[in-house]
């Protein structure tokens, strides 16, 4: 799937997170930046121990304030240490846990935020262009596949086609989950002529 907006272009494609090229990877963090938990936890693998260092060390700086390392909807910076030859940066981005039931309840303003929050990150970075990035908050997080397939669509095609240019050419949405594929396709038929943006997936 591909749709050009105002902007640049958003895609889903297939395949695994790590192995993509691009100026910037997200990986879906807890809030503790624990990176122990399915795609965040591939992407720390990759990228070496320099990484748990890293966040180790956002960790206890955080702590002197009494502050959660990186609390949902934020995000982190960090090198991308051993997948340097993949990507300039990695964007550790924390989205709701829906198994948590405080974070569960107010997830469709949540997930919507955590995406703003995130944009607002890639304007301040002047070397990115093209995002390597899963669809936050549907793997471990567990967010109802169909309602988040509308929702990230929505909100994506609605920054990349919106009045002020995010400075991002390429949003690429990895998807390696068959189920949350077949949703993503679904939402986009039903949703198609109302969505930001037009249909680019045969060019």
Known sequence: MARTCRWGVVRVIGGELHLQEADVVITPANNRLSGREGLDAQIHKAAGDELRDFCTAVRVEQRKLNLPPCPVTTNVVSNSFNLKERFKHIIHVVSPDCRRPNQDETR?????????????TLKGMKDVSVVMAPPLSMGVFAYPHREGAR???ETLLGIMDGEEDPGIKEYNIVVKERNFINNMRTVYRESNDLLPGIDTTME
């Not at 469709?108 to 607002?120: A, G, I, S, V």
């Open 151 to 153: 929702l990230t669509l």
């Open 108 to 120: 469709r303003e949540l997930l919507p935020q955590t995406y703003h929050h995130l944009f607002d």
